[in-house]
T-cell receptor, first 111, second 109 residues
């Protein structure tokens, strides 16, 4: 089992560019999450999904969109990147009200 | 709304010394509390959860509902304990976690 994987690992964008981060899990989990990690602010939930075809907003959803077309994949999109979106992005999945399994993270820099 | 606070951003101790990482929460219901750890260049992983009442890698944490705290303790710190530690809360219903700001623990030789 690969667990939770994320692509890409690193990315540099210019302001205004768009990109999509891909998260994949092979544990048949219903729940998937996207977080951003910033120094001194911990992990903040961007969007999450409680099942295939569903998405919901988290704490800091502005500037991001998500899609969960397949149960195993959860995509995070930035339509027009801003320097404030420079961060490390983590995807996670869980089978319910229990342990979340995290991906290795994507380091994004927006110049 | 629920909130998790970790008052220490940085904590430094010497090897063999006791260590306590503080976590306070605010939530009116019955929460489930977790500690997650992120070692250097690794992904976050669950260290322990309060309902398990386990000791993992020598760490323990007791949920104190009166003080709304879930402090992480270890009697004798080891250098390999150096990492970022996050306290997290799950509400009575649902699967979302609310994380604290994190505490970077450094154990010096």
């Amino acid at each position: 089992n690969a667990g939770v994987t994320q692509t890409p690992k690193f990315r540099v964008l210019k302001t205004g560019q768009s990109m999509t981060l891909l998260c994949a899990q092979d544990m048949n989990h219903e729940y998937m999450y996207w977080y951003r990690q910033d120094p001194g602010m911990g992990l903040r939930l961007i969007h999450y999904s409680v099942g295939e075809g569903t998405t919901a907003k988290g704490e800091v959803p502005d500037g991001y969109n998500v899609s969960r077309l397949k149960k195993q994949n959860f995509l995070l999109g930035l339509e027009s990147a801003a320097p404030s979106q420079t961060s490390v992005y983590f995807c996670a999945s869980s089978g319910g009200r229990n342990e979340q399994y995290f991906g290795p993270g994507t380091r994004l820099t927006v110049t | 709304a629920q909130r998790v606070t970790q008052p220490e951003k940085l904590l430094s101790v010497f090897k063999g010394a006791p260590v306590e990482l503080k976590c306070n929460y605010s939530y009116s219901g019955s929460p489930e509390l977790f500690w997650y750890v992120q070692y250097s260049r690794q992904r976050l992983q669950l260290l322990l959860r309060h309902i398990s009442r386990e000791s993992i890698k020598g760490f323990t944490a007791d949920l104190n509902k009166g003080e709304t705290s879930f402090h992480l303790k270890k009697p004798f710190a080891q250098e390999e304990d150096s990492a970022m530690y996050y306290c997290a809360l799950s509400r009575t219903s649902g699967s979302r976690l609310t994380f604290g700001e994190g505490t970077q623990l450094t154990v010096n030789p």
